[in-house]
């Protein structure tokens, strides 16, 4: 599949396989609730287990009716682009089907590719590329086991293995960091010193 077509079946709702900054990713768009949904049935996953939304610029946020404070646009622009997702609050009704607790769960991936492709499509959901409880595929190939004729594209990019990590999840409160969950390349040393920053 050349880039452009991957573009257009994206825009049109499409689901797909791609690589993501961490991990192979199950692609399709975060503003488009039949195609959230569509991958919530792929993955097996429980309802209420809301996906991170991927962005490609700060105008994103406003795509996902996501506001910040100067305050916390410092402390993002510290850890944004990079492998952080936030939780930020968020509680429009319209988009509920993302939510969890009026709130959702923000990434902006450093990563050229990804963030060319979400500058072209708008904010994506990519979850790993496995049904839940399943080791997440590390190649198309083992992406293609697990969803066959079942997703709209694979795009292999450069087809290299991806092992890495999920994101570490944090959130922001009362100007301080609290971490989640502790994912690829970050520590606890490294969001002591973006407070003090």
């Known amino acids: 599949m050349k880039y452009q077509d991957l573009v257009k079946t ?4 499409g689901v797909g396989i791609l690589p993501t900054d ?3 990713g199950l692609v399709g768009l975060a503003l488009a609730p039949v195609t959230v949904e569509r991958i919530y049935k792929l993955k097996k996953r429980s309802d209420g287990k809301p996906f991170i939304v991927l962005i490609g610029s700060w105008q994103d946020l406003e795509k996902i009716n996501v506001e910040i404070t100067p305050d916390q646009k410092k402390i993002l622009k ?25 709130n959702l769960a923000i990434r902006w991936a ?11 499509t708008g904010p994506l959901v990519a979850p790993s590329a496995n049904p839940e409880g399943l080791k997440p595929a590390e190649t198309i190939t083992e992406a293609k086991k697990y ?11 450069n087809g290299k ?8 999840l944090i959130e922001i409160k009362n100007g301080k ?7 690829a390349k970050t520590s606890m040393r490294m969001f002591a010193q973006e407070e003090k920053n």
């Open 22 to 24: 961490t991990i192979y």
């Open 147 to 157: 969803f066959g004729a079942e997703v709209d594209f694979y795009f292999a990019n």
């Open 110 to 120: 450093k990563n050229n590719f990804l963030n060319r492709l979400i500058k072209k």
């Open 177 to 183: 960091i609290n971490i989640l969950r502790q994912g």
């Open 78 to 102: 510290k850890v944004w682009p990079g492998p952080v997702s936030v939780v930020l609050p968020c509680d429009n009704p319209r988009l509920a089907y993302l939510h969890q607790n009026k």
């Open 10 to 13: 994206i825009r049109k709702g």
């Open 161 to 168: 293995r991806l092992t890495g990590q999920s994101s570490t």
